[in-house]
């Protein structure tokens, strides 16, 4: 089974609509993270946490909103989707190791806002 | 920051070798190297922590100098298997210290190896 696993993985909305992408890990490390990768652009940290308390701003945040409701589970939500959010959206989780760090990525969700 | 790749692209033969540079403007931490082919998540190459440190992967290697802000991955005898997109990310410490890190991507450089 996959240590980092996102679901869905791929979602089609609407304008308007509010959806939840999920991130599930079984690697038993506490932070987790949220990217957006658009073709150029590279991977834009959309919000991550540190632990279960400690949730911080990525550089594109708005928009977006994250719940973490358990070490292994940390959710991104878009309250009302729009078009320029269609993109590939991954999660990742790492260990704190002083600077070490190894970012795990999840398959990914495609998601497309019509 | 984000940090700066180049070149954007690159298209080599089968046994050729390559140079892809990542810089950053901001006092960088560590280096951190990841490859992602089409259609998957990217996965961790290597990361360089010390100055004029080099790491190899395979045949991919990678050098970092904390003074000029630069690292730089090489790709020798390239492999089909090798075309993807590489990103670089810098990690940057938090003012006042602490261990919350973060990572920052560039935009990724494309590699294609054709027969």
């Known amino acids: 089974d996959a240590d980092v696993t996102q679901t869905p993985r791929n979602r089609i909305t609407k304008t308007g609509k509010r959806i939840m992408l999920e991130c599930s890990q079984t690697?038993?490390?506490?932070?987790m993270y949220w990217y957006r990768q658009d073709p150029g652009l590279g991977l834009q940290l959309i919000y991550y946490s540190f632990d279960v308390k400690d949730i911080n701003k990525g550089e594109i945040s708005d928009g977006y909103s994250v719940s973490r409701q358990a070490q292994a589970k940390f959710s991104l939500s878009l309250e009302s989707a729009i078009p320029n959010q269609t993109a590939l959206y991954f999660c990742?989780?790492?260990?704190?190791?002083?600077?070490?760090?190894?970012?795990?990525f999840g398959p990914g969700t495609r998601l497309l806002v019509l | 920051q984000q940090p700066v790749q180049s070149p954007q692209a690159v298209i080599l033969r089968e046994g050729e070798d390559a140079v892809i540079n990542c810089s950053s403007s901001?006092?960088?931490?560590?280096v951190h190297w990841y490859r992602q082919k089409h259609g998957e998540a990217p996965v961790f190459l290597m990361i360089?922590?010390?100055?004029?440190e080099q790491k190899g992967h395979e045949k991919i290697s990678a050098s970092f100098n904390e003074k000029k802000q630069q690292s730089s991955l090489y790709l020798t005898a390239s492999q089909l298997s090798y075309s993807g997109t590489y990103f670089c990310g810098s990690l940057t410490r938090p003012r006042g210290g602490g261990s919350n890190y973060k990572l920052t991507f560039g935009k990724g450089t494309l590699l294609t190896v054709n027969p």
């Open positions: 690697k038993g490390h506490d932070r």
């Open positions: 990742a989780t790492s260990e704190n190791s002083g600077g070490w760090e190894t970012q795990y």
């Open positions: 360089l922590l010390k100055g004029g």
């Open positions: 901001k006092a960088l931490y560590s």
